[in-house]
Each structure stands twice: as C-alpha cells, then as structure tokens.
C-alpha cells in the first residue's frame, strides 16, 4: 500500500477519533449516565444482529478478493444471502414487537424496537461496504465515511447541551440511527458504479459453498468475539445499572486512542497480507511488524497510565473513578491489535474453523469473571475481566497460528502481557490509591519495555522508510 494511501486512511481515522474524544464530555454534560448505557445498548444489539446476519461473508470476500476476476460479481454473491435472512429477522421482530418492547432498553416503548430494526439494516450496509471501499483502496471515501456521522452525531450532542428540550432519550437513539445512515448513504454514493454493476452482474464467480465454508466458521467466531468485546456491558446493565453501563462506556471511549490504531492497523493489514501471501511473503517482515506492534501498544498503554488523572478535568464529578479503570479498557483493542500479526497464521492457512474455538474459550472466561467481579466492583470490575480474557485470547492465537503457520518470538510478548495486567487490574480495582503510585508504576513499566524490545527500535526507521 503507497504512503499518500497509507495517510489518506491513517487521517480519516484520526479525524474521526478526534470527534469521539471531543464528543465523550459533550455527551457526559447532556445526557445522564443512564442514558448513555442505553445508548451503548442499542449499539451492542445492533452490531450482534449485523455479525450474525453477515454470515461471515464480509470476510470471506476479503479473502478472495485478489484470487477472482469478477469482483462486483464476488460482491453481489456475498451482499444478498445474509440480507435475505435479516428481512425475515426484522419481520418477524416487527410482527412481535409489542411482546418486545418491554424487555429492550427496559422500556416498553415500540419506537425503541423499530430504531433497532432500522439500525440493524444500516449497520448490515455498512459492513460490507465499508469492505468493498477498503478493498479497493479508495483512502477518500474511507475518511469521508468516518468523519461525516461522527460530525452530525456531535453536532447534535451540543446543541442537546444548550437547548434541554433536546435531552430525550429518544432523541438521542434517533440521532444515532440517523448517523450510522448518513455514513452508508456517503458509501453508497462512492460505490454507485460498483454496486450497479454488481446488481446487474450474473458472470461466474466463486461459488457460494466455498466463500461459507470459510465464512460461517466466522460467524461463529464473530458472536462470541461480540460477546468477548460486549458482554462487560451487558453483565453492568444486569447487575449493576445502566449508570455503571455509561460509565463504563466512557472509559471505554477515552480509551478509543487505542481503537484508532487498531482500525487503522485492521484497515490496511488484512488486504496487505492477502496480497503478500499470494505474491510470496518473507516471514522476517510479519514478524518485525509483530514486534513493533507489541512495543507500540505497551508503551501507549503506559503513557495512558501516567495521564489517565487528566481525564477528570473534563467530566462530571459522577465520572470521578473513570481514571482508574481507563487504562484497562485501553488492553482489549492493543491486544487484538497485536493479535492480527502474531495469530495471522490461522487465516493464512484457510483454518478459520479454530477461530471460534479460542474466542469462545476467551469468552467463557470473560463471563465467568464479570459475574465474580461486575456485583463486586461494578465498572472496574468488568474493566479487569475484559483486559484479561482479551488476553487470553492473544496468547491461543498466537499460540495456535504458530503451529499452523510459522512461529514468531514469544517469551518477551508474554512477560510484558504478565506485568501490564497486574497494572491494569491493581489500578482498576483499587481506587482509593493515590495517582502519584500508579503514575511511578507505569513509568517503571515503560522503562522495562524499552529494554526488552531494544532491539526492535532500529526496525522503526526501516518501516517508516518502506524498506520493509
């Protein structure tokens, strides 16, 4: 992928990141902590429904996209199975949605039901559009697609602050829906010549059988890693409130520094090592890339440690423990991002049917400790719960793809793994402990990380240069 490409997508990304963060306190003054976790549920009902409904075909296209020729054909194949299935779905919430209403949101409002309905179809389109733009490497399009809703949503967030007739729960799920749409109807005008071509293409391509046999392994994995990434929310709402919901959500958000990278890294890895395989990959490269990975996010995770207290300033006095457990929820994305490299092997090798296997092990984990934890602790606790069953989930990966690939470095990646839990869970869980004791300890961390990954520094130059 050229540089110009490279950047095109890298700012879109942190544009889009940089109205996320300016958003979180507007959002925190506007709304109460209650409503920003039935925000977040809304989120997390209707990204399921798109995992599930996607039947893994959003993935399978990527896998096969540089292996056919008629790739608005591929497209087509891979759109319409799981978008036949979702309208039987939504019909059949819509016909029952008054036996529904009550058990969403914990309201019996139907209007409730049918935002999520109109949700689940955008975010359904925006899957799998936001695939083809990437594929396609159209680095405008993608950073268009990101900063727009994030700009309406925000837009709309501060005029909730100064004109109170705009603080409706209602109001507030309305504006999201509206934004997911904005951002598939700016898709869908990238992708007008493609998507009509692929309406009208009938030309063989890659048979159905084959693009679900490597899928629907994945839809598999998908739910569970839903639930991996989503099930802390869901244990909150249950047994704590959803004030404990919002508030972790928010930590959650400020976390988002490590979200950015991880989507920018997802963004352009998966194409590019597809492409490399299929001209020959060098395993030295995957595993300098590795490397560097791993010393990026320890060293983020630590910097976020010592200005964690920062974040204070710009929230309400209820967010007053949200320094201690942001750094938690800074480990699930940086380790899956690290995951990407290090457990690349599975889907290099067609093995995705083990995927499913180390998530759901993740994910049994994550439960098990959230329902110790979450009545204990609350937000903090499901903060511990996640960082370490993501974990987890790193090392079977990697684990596993070793053996199905190639082997890369280990011992320093599962030292430092060690040493930042044991951070993130004593800061998490200990709230009463002065700053100054935590800002120390995250110093020392990164002090150890630049001594162990020493020799990977001068790698950094090679790869910024594209030697690599």
Avoid at 36 to 41: A, E, N, R, S, T
Avoid at 95 to 107: A, D, K, V
Avoid at 149 to 162: E, M, R
Avoid at 195 to 221: A, E, H
């Amino acid at each position: 992928m050229k540089l110009k490409t490279l950047l095109g997508y890298a700012s879109g990304s942190a544009a889009g990141a940089i109205l996320s963060f300016v958003t979180l306190p507007a959002l925190a003054w506007s709304f109460s902590q209650a409503d920003v976790g039935k925000l977040v549920m809304l989120q997390v009902f209707c990204s399921l429904v798109a995992v599930v409904f996607s039947l893994g075909l959003d993935q399978a296209y990527v896998r096969e996209y540089h292996e056919v020729e008629h790739k608005s054909a591929l497209a087509k194949r891979c759109l319409l199975p799981g978008l036949c299935l979702l309208t039987l779905f939504c019909s059949l919430v819509l016909i029952f949605h008054q036996s529904l209403s009550p058990f969403f949101l914990g309201s019996n409002n139907n209007f409730y039901i049918i935002l999520a309905v109109i949700g689940c179809f955008v975010l359904y389109f925006e899957r799998f559009f936001s695939v083809f733009i990437r594929m396609q490497e159209w680095a405008t399009a993608f950073s268009v697609t990101k900063v727009m809703p994030k700009l309406f949503f925000l837009s709309f967030v501060i005029a909730a602050y100064f004109y109170l007739k705009l603080q409706q729960l209602s109001l507030l799920l309305t504006a999201q829906v509206f934004c997911w749409f904005v951002a598939v109807v700016v898709m869908t005008v990238f992708l007008r010549r493609m998507l009509k071509s692929s309406l009208y293409s009938y030309k063989t391509t890659t048979k159905l059988r084959p693009l679900l046999s490597f899928g629907l392994p994945l839809v598999l994995n998908g739910i569970a890693f839903w639930g991996l990434t989503y099930v802390d929310r869901l244990m909150l709402a249950q047994y704590a409130s959803f004030a404990e919901v919002g508030l972790y959500a928010m930590a959650a958000g400020f976390a988002g520094v490590a979200m950015l990278f991880q989507q920018i890294f997802a963004t352009v890895w998966q194409p590019t090592i597809y492409r490399w395989v299929s001209e020959g990959v060098q395993i030295e490269r995957v595993t300098t890339i590795s490397a560097l990975l791993q010393l990026f996010s320890f060293l983020l995770i630590a910097l976020i440690g010592c200005l964690s207290w920062l974040i204070t300033y710009v929230l309400p006095q209820s967010y007053s423990t949200i320094e201690f457990i942001v750094v938690a929820c800074m480990v699930q994305p940086l380790f899956l991002m690290v995951s990407e490299v290090s457990g690349i092997g599975i889907s290099v090798s067609r093995e995705t049917k083990l995927l499913p296997v180390i998530t759901i092990a993740a994910l049994l984990l994550n439960v098990g400790l959230n329902l110790w934890l979450v009545p204990i602790y609350g937000a903090a606790g499901a903060a511990a719960a996640t960082a370490i069953s993501t974990a987890l989930y790193l090392l079977l990966k990697t684990e596993l793809s070793g053996r199905l690939w190639h082997a890369q470095p280990k011992v320093r990646l599962y030292l430092c793994i060690v040493v930042v839990l044991t951070g993130c869970i004593l800061q998490a869980l200990n709230s009463n402990v002065a700053t100054f004791y935590f800002v120390a300890m995250w110093a020392a961390f990164s002090a150890l990380v630049l001594y162990a990954y020493k020799d990977v520094l001068p790698q950094l130059k090679r790869l910024i240069l594209g030697v690599l």
